[in-house]
């Protein structure tokens, strides 16, 4: 079992920028794929990207590319998920995942370990 944190949220105006950080509580980090996913009110929880276990490899949902970017520190146990240009549609609550598979998951049903979520809102 892997324990994560998030943090980072916050309300932010259309175009702002903000950087969401997962911490792990496992050593071995660096063996987990990890992905960020989102869910707004009353929709389903969502991809938003992945990055595997060295951080060589990373993908996108299209609605976010461009824009936003993963990247880990093996060192700090932790995952960030830098989010530029935000539109009022990135509104939701993001999880940050773990992944025992080499590159994770674009589903929800690839990752068995879930933070409790971070609350990103953004005003247009």
């Known amino acids: 079992q892997v324990q994560l944190v998030e943090s980072g949220g916050g309300v932010v105006q259309a175009g702002g920028s903000l950087r969401l950080s997962c911490a792990a509580s496992?050593?071995?980090?660096?063996?987990?794929?990890m992905g960020w996913f989102r869910q707004a009110p009353g929709k389903e929880r969502e991809f938003v990207t992945r990055?595997?276990?060295?951080?060589?490899?990373?993908h996108y949902a299209d609605s976010v590319e461009g824009r936003f970017t993963i990247s880990r520190d093996n060192a700090k146990s932790t995952v960030y998920l830098q989010m530029n240009s935000l539109k009022p549609e990135d509104t939701a609550v993001y999880y940050c995942?773990?992944?025992?598979?080499?590159?994770?998951?674009?589903?929800?049903?690839?990752?068995?370990?879930w933070g409790q979520g971070t609350q990103v809102t953004v005003s247009s």
């Open positions: 995942a773990a992944s025992a598979s080499t590159y994770g998951s674009r589903s929800r049903y690839g990752y068995n370990n």
């Open positions: 496992r050593r071995t980090f660096s063996r987990y794929a």
């Open positions: 990055i595997n276990g060295d951080g060589g490899s990373t």
